[in-house]
């Protein structure tokens, strides 16, 4: 798509604004450790350093799913746009030691809601004795965002539902593109 083009996008109102679900630095999703999401197999999305205690919703929805074992959630929003947060691989090695769920499946959920909270500094010594001083990362992702949206991420520093991390723009206009 053409510069000019995706400014034109950009200039019309965002579909989703999804919010930084934790307090931390939102990075390129190919700076997470997992291959499985730093190769977007989980979709568009951030990767986040985690700076604080506790994970929020980033949007207003529905949680569709919360895995056992803490390691993942899914919310739905109202016009169908899945967001799924992955807490690192570690998680499971806690077994939920440390971790406090405050939302349960099937519950309605506004932006900047606590849905999860956890002992940092437990996941941070398991990290660095399993992983050698790596840093926790969280990821964001759009596992069934159709291709053709325009998805624009902002990378830094970010307050828990206070600052935007992901934006998603209605796809081109095909016609237009002939026009140049």
């Not at 700076?51 to 169908?80: C, N, W």
């Not at 909270?117 to 596992?143: A, G, I, V, Y």
């Not at 206070?162 to 796809?171: A, S, T």
Request: charged share 15%; hydrophobic share 40%; with cysteine.
């Amino acid at each position: 798509m053409a510069l000019s083009e995706q400014t034109a996008i950009l200039t019309q109102q965002a579909l989703w604004r999804i919010a930084a679900p934790c307090n931390g630095h939102v990075n390129n999703i190919s700076n997470h450790p997992s291959n499985l999401i730093s190769h977007q197999l989980a979709g568009e999305g951030v990767c986040i350093e985690i700076y604080g205690e506790q994970l929020v919703s980033p949007v207003d929805g529905v949680i569709v799913f919360i895995e056992p074992l803490l390691i993942m959630l899914r919310i739905k929003t109202a016009k169908g746009l899945i967001v799924e947060i992955r807490l690192p691989d570690i998680v499971k090695d806690m077994m939920r030691n440390g971790f406090k769920l405050m939302a349960t499946e099937q519950q309605q959920v506004i932006t900047g809601q606590v849905l999860l909270t956890f002992h940092r500094q437990k996941l941070l010594s398991l990290q660095n004795k399993l992983h050698s001083n790596k840093k926790l990362h969280l990821s964001m992702t759009l596992p069934n965002l159709p291709s053709q949206y325009v998805v624009q991420c902002h990378f830094n520093k970010v307050t828990a539902a206070q600052d935007f991390c992901i934006e998603v723009y209605p796809p081109a206009d095909r016609s237009q593109e002939q026009t140049c």
